[in-house]
């Protein structure tokens, strides 16, 4: 699902965001990626989304070439991955429906398909309830779920999380995880940067820890590993 061969980031002030890191990610995968501010999470993430491009090195997305990848092919590339940020983006102005159908409406997925598909992944989340509602109207717990939903519609292979639970109580961040836990399930890959020790200890999934740019360690079943 995802290949980094010998990836090394830096940037034009000469800050070395990624040092020579080599993963490989397969499908089905559930995995966190942990480290201290500044570590270089976000630059991993950002690669995967072609936000950014690599110095040096391979990289390899769902089998698509990122590096090598023509302009006009990256929204091709984004609209097979899910994507699920800390702010949640929702559209304030579009209902709790309307904004999960707005991920559809972008592949032109035909209007049948797409009512099913919401009410499918509404039904997932625990919101089939509150599909008229708008953003404003649920609690942050709510808008992260329907964040979910928009990155899960489309069938994605991979889901990558960028502190989905960073806003969120503890309480609810379980919620929030208990619906990772169902999609990984189901067999769709999960790639999450996250602060959460107490969320990585207990779920003893896959551990990708970086420090200073590089991978320091790459555990199968392992814990947050620094101070909360």
């Given at each position: 699902m995802?290949?980094?061969?010998?990836?090394?980031?830096?940037?034009?002030?000469?800050?070395?965001?990624?040092d020579?890191?080599?993963?490989?990610?397969?499908?089905?995968?559930?995995?966190?990626?942990?480290?201290?501010?500044?570590?270089?999470?976000?630059?991993f993430?950002?690669?995967?989304?072609?936000?950014?491009?690599?110095?040096?090195?391979?990289?390899?997305?769902?089998?698509?070439?990122?590096v090598?990848?023509?302009?006009?092919?990256?929204?091709?590339?984004?609209?097979?991955?899910?994507?699920?940020?800390?702010?949640?983006?929702?559209?304030?102005?579009?209902t709790?429906?309307?904004?999960?159908a707005?991920?559809?409406?972008?592949?032109?997925?035909?209007?049948?398909?797409?009512?099913?598909?919401?009410?499918?992944?509404?039904?997932?989340?625990?919101?089939?309830?509150?599909?008229?509602?708008?953003?404003?109207?649920?609690?942050?717990?709510?808008?992260?779920?329907?964040?979910?939903?928009?990155?899960?519609?489309?069938?994605?292979?991979i889901?990558?999380?960028?502190?989905?639970?960073?806003?969120?109580?503890?309480?609810?961040?379980?919620?929030?995880m208990?619906?990772?836990?169902?999609?990984?399930?189901?067999?769709?890959?999960?790639?999450?940067?996250?602060?959460?020790?107490?969320?990585?200890?207990?779920?003893?999934?896959?551990?990708?820890?970086?420090?200073?740019?590089?991978?320091?360690?790459?555990?199968?079943?392992?814990?947050?590993?620094?101070?909360?």
């Amino acid at each position: 699902m995802i290949h980094m061969k010998n990836i090394s980031k830096v940037y034009d002030n000469g800050a070395v965001a990624l040092d020579h890191v080599n993963v490989d990610i397969e499908k089905g995968d559930f995995v966190f990626i942990v480290g201290a501010s500044g570590a270089g999470k976000s630059t991993f993430i950002k690669l995967l989304l072609r936000e950014e491009l690599p110095t040096e090195g391979e990289l390899f997305v769902g089998g698509k070439d990122v590096v090598h990848m023509d302009r006009a092919d990256v929204p091709y590339l984004r609209r097979g991955l899910g994507v699920i940020f800390q702010d949640y983006r929702l559209l304030p102005d579009k209902t709790i429906f309307e904004n999960v159908a707005f991920a559809m409406q972008v592949i032109e997925a035909p209007r049948r398909i797409m009512q099913r598909s919401v009410n499918s992944v509404l039904d997932v989340v625990g919101l089939r309830d509150k599909y008229r509602c708008f953003p404003s109207q649920l609690s942050g717990g709510e808008q992260q779920r329907v964040a979910i939903a928009r990155a899960i519609v489309n069938a994605p292979d991979i889901v990558i999380a960028d502190e989905p639970t960073g806003n969120l109580d503890p309480e609810t961040s379980w919620d929030i995880m208990d619906i990772f836990r169902r999609i990984n399930a189901a067999g769709t890959t999960i790639v999450m940067a996250t602060h959460d020790k107490n969320i990585v200890d207990t779920m003893q999934k896959r551990v990708i820890a970086i420090e200073n740019g590089r991978i320091v360690r790459d555990e199968a079943r392992g814990g947050y590993g620094y101070e909360a």
